[in-house]
């Protein structure tokens, strides 16, 4: 049985909710309750990228929570989700699985995601699974195209690295490292983003906040990449679509974004300016697209 702590402390505006994978794995998700008005609506899960977890919605769940029911998974090896024994599980079609027993818990029949990266594909793999379940969807810098460029440097730095002392010295090592994604940020923007990233370990080090073995499956033959992808997104039908891409990724090139929109009736094409990959999705053009993907969603 899935455990349902639901912590309320005044500054927080979530729950936290336990369950378990088909493999023995206890998985962790932040659910925002949304309006009683919209109760009966399919709820959004947000699902991050690669190296990421909850807090990478720490802005936005809440902004979308006031429209509907927001649920933002961590995927094993993430946040407070458990590590699996098995590194070669750390890989979309698991992730699929594990997201499925949660909307079995909690008797989700009909949803939309917001996907960053991975989470993107992860939306994708259950449009193609789950049919006419999923209502819509936001592909946060991703596609059913990803450049070698950006997939190679992805590679390089996954599962890489050590400690840092200090949150101070944990932001200048992640900025050295990002950037060229995020040109314009300032100290403070980077010790926020180091604080959604990394956790301190009980020895007082700054680490990375996921299991180093998540890159595993990356750097097994026929890692990622190894898919014809078109056929999973195709399977996105006509449900409301929108392809966020940041204007300076190396991962989702712009005319595959094009491609993309002229491939399915719904598809919305928004460019994010001066970011790489990935948005936060906090920036404004960011919001702005997303509040009208949300006004076309379907409210029961």
Known sequence: MAKHDAKQDGRRDWSDQYWWSGDGVRLHARIYAGPEA???APPVLCMPGLARNARDFEMLAPHVAQHR????IEFRGRGESAYAKDPMTYIPLTYVQDVVALLDELGIDRFATIGTSLGGLVSM??????PGRLVGAVLNDVGPELETAGLDRIRDYIGAGGS???????ARAFAELNGAIYPHYGVHDWLRLTKRTHRLTPEGRIVTDYDKQIAA???????EGAFD???????LGDVPLLILRGELSDILARSAGEKMVAALPQARFVEVPGVGHAPT??????????????????AA
């Open 38 to 40: 919209a109760e009966s």
């Open 69 to 72: 029911k927001t649920i933002v």
């Open 125 to 130: 793999l259950m449009a193609a699974t789950l």
């Open 164 to 170: 840092q002392p200090t949150w101070m010295h944990a």
């Open 217 to 223: 499956p990356l750097r097994a033959p026929g890692g």
């Open 229 to 235: 992808l078109w056929p999973v997104y195709h399977a």
């Open 281 to 298: 999705m906090d920036e404004p053009e960011a919001l702005a697209a997303i509040d009208a993907w949300l006004s076309d969603l379907p």
